[in-house]
């Protein structure tokens, strides 16, 4: 998701307050326990040591789950309920019994939620010309039925039982065990809830982040405490934008430019790093942690996902590693290459435990944060306070120059990661999607970059990007992680797609219609086949999961319906699916074929971008 989630960080509290000229800016950290079960010492062990199993081996089921009662009682219980004598020890049947008693089934503080404004015909379905689109776009848009959530009274009047945080409006989930709104998600969300006409629940969403941020000081990554260790792509202001684009009331902008600003200054402050490269200093953002001192998060704990790569450390490089760890989850590309050791002498190359996110400034992340800043520009003058509007003009400036500096390659013709240690962009003959983000969020000099259409169409094709059945890799490095090839990701379609039509140029715009047709076509297939959409397609085989990660394929799937709906609704005229598609297959059996051979993997990448363009990890 989203991913960006099977890793939650074992929370340590801190306060930390900075001044700024504008007065005072405080991160808040309030005292709580991240995950009930968690915290009840012993239990934790017990569970750790592997003498119980949640649901399906997932240990972010236990993360999750609430208490009956409060955590004192609990812990009460427990201790009585441990023998006294090391020769007894406590037996499978207790625990389970012990666990069943004292918590919940995660499910239980998330009542099903049929949003309000939800109508069984909205209007875009009827301008469909193809009757099986239309078909797949209804079944979309009931999906968001099956996705909304109420959280229950209980979490708000007893938040300490729960790891759950209590927000005031319906949320939308991912899907399967993504039991919780996402920060990113939710701008995707917004496309296609849009799409089906559900304005009040936009607004309700945008809502609830407006209220973690006066909590927090921040959008937490999910809407859980054990996400308060880190953010995820800030993109609140893009989604009160697309719903004041829609509305155009002044009040979605009113009632959140507080929230945006106090949001834009947590970036600015944790988040920044200075850059001195050619002679001249440069402020850029990196992703990073809210503590000092990080630990494995506590369903990492309970599963030892980290131990693999930490076994070996000493205290201080699993301190370092988790830290790094964390920043990858923040950047909502848990786990890529691109925050790896990739020099192809390393023997730690590619590989998890080489880790090191902090030392790399994101082209996208300093892309979205450009938009912020044109956002609330443009907000500030619509409000009518010119000087703050001014304020930021000054601001974008120095943001674009930066960007131009630090991330614009011109033999490549588009834009790169910079590495902090080489003071160089990442190797230029990885392909990331993430190079297209300042192409849609416009974070560019036009008169500093000559041709630039005809630079990003070259590198469009010099990539073969729309030679892909299952949509656009996310990378061209094959590495297992589920942010790197083959999977192709909703979002990233949808950037480069959007990028691509907003060079407005025909053949940049014939592009973005093959791909986008591409991408559905994928979709569709995949839906046909076995009733389901999911979190992540393979690239090279139109129709199938994708697979990678610390989870398995999830089932749903809330940013994917939402950019299905959103391109559906534009390429209409055009759409048109295939009727012989074999239904019924299965999820498992569908996934198999995206790893199915290493030899496969090498003959599409061969294919695709040639082989002195790309290293194959296999």
């Known amino acids: 998701m989203v991913a960006m989630v099977t890793d939650i960080e074992l929370i340590v509290i801190a306060i930390v307050t900075m001044l700024t000229p504008g007065g005072t800016y405080r991160l808040n950290y309030p005292r709580e326990c991240p995950s009930p079960m968690y915290c009840i ?10 003498l119980v199993a949640p649901p399906g081996g997932d240990f972010k089921y236990f993360s999750d789950m609430s208490s009956k009662d409060d955590l004192d009682v609990i812990r009460r219980a427990f201790d009585e309920l441990q023998p006294r004598s090391s020769s007894r020890p406590l037996t499978v049947a207790v625990v389970e019994q012990f666990i069943n008693e004292s918590f919940e089934d995660p499910s239980a503080v998330l009542k099903p939620w049929v949003p309000s404004d939800w109508t069984p015909e909205p209007d875009f379905l009827q301008n469909i010309p193809d009757s099986n689109v239309k078909e797949w776009a209804k079944g979309l848009h009931d999906l968001w039925r099956d996705l909304g959530r109420k959280i229950t009274d209980d979490v708000k009047t007893h938040p300490d039982r729960h790891s759950l945080i209590y927000v005031p409006n319906g949320i939308v989930i991912p899907g399967e065990r993504f039991r919780e709104s996402y920060y990113w998600d939710t701008y995707w969300i917004i496309k296609g809830l849009l799409t089906s006409g559900m304005l009040q629940t936009s607004r309700g969403l945008t809502e609830n982040f407006v209220a973690l941020i006066n909590k927090y000081g921040f959008v937490p990554n999910g809407g859980r405490k054990y996400y308060i260790s880190r953010s995820q792509p800030p993109l609140l202001a893009a989604m009160v934008n697309t719903i004041y684009e829609t509305t155009g009331d002044i009040e979605d902008i009113r009632s959140t430019i507080d929230a945006l600003e106090k949001e834009y200054d947590f970036w600015m402050f944790e988040r920044k790093k200075s850059v001195y490269y050619k002679r001249s200093s440069y402020i850029a953002n990196v992703y990073g942690f809210n503590a000092k001192y990080r630990e494995p998060n506590d369903e990492e704990s309970f599963g030892k996902l980290t131990e693999p790569y930490t076994d070996n ?22 786990h890529s290459s691109r925050w790896m050791q990739y020099e192809t002498d390393d023997p730690l190359r590619f590989k998890l435990e080489s880790v090191r996110t902090m030392r ?53 013709g588009i834009w790169f990661d910079f590495d902090l240690d080489k003071k160089e962009n990442l190797p230029t003959d990885y392909f990331y999607a993430s190079s297209f ?23 469009v094709k010099k990539h073969n990007l729309t030679s892909y059945p299952g949509g656009i890799p996310v990378s061209n490095q094959y590495t297992g992680q589920q942010w790197d090839y083959p999977n192709a990701w909703a979002p990233m379609q949808h950037m480069i797609i959007e990028g691509l039509n907003m060079l407005n140029t025909n053949e940049s715009k014939s592009i ?16 046909r086949q076995t009733g389901y959409m999911f979190e992540k397609y393979n690239a090279t085989q139109s129709g199938d999961p994708g697979q990678g990660g610390l ?10 319906n939402g950019v299905a709906l959103y391109l559906i609704n534009k390429y209409k005229d055009s759409l048109i699916v295939p009727d012989d598609v074999n239904i019924g297959a299965s999820v498992d059996g569908a996934a198999t074929s995206v790893i199915a051979s290493p030899v496969v993997l090498i003959t599409a990448l061969v294919a695709s971008f040639g082989v002195s363009l790309v290293s194959v990890y296999v």
């Open 437 to 459: 983000a300042p192409l849609y969020f416009k974070c560019y000099d036009e008169d500093s970059i000559p041709n630039l259409e005809e630079r990003i169409i070259n590198y």
């Open 512 to 527: 973005a219609q093959t791909l986008a047709l591409t991408w559905l076509k994928s979709n569709y297939i995949g839906w």
């Open 360 to 412: 790399v400034v994101p082209v996208d992340l300093n892309a979205y944060l450009c938009h912020v800043e044109m956002l609330l520009s443009k907000f500030y003058t619509i409000l009518g306070d010119t000087s703050k509007a001014n304020y930021f003009d000054l601001v974008i400036s120095d943001r674009k120059r930066m960007m131009q500096t630090l991330f614009w390659n011109e033999e490549e």
């Open 313 to 334: 450390m000493t205290r201080g490089e699993q301190i370092g590693f988790m830290e790094n760890y964390t920043a990858a989850c923040e950047s909502g590309w848990d």
């Open 551 to 560: 989870y398995k394929v999830q089932k749903g799937f809330g940013w994917t």
């Open 41 to 50: 010492s012993g239990l934790r062990e017990v569970i750790q040591n592997g």
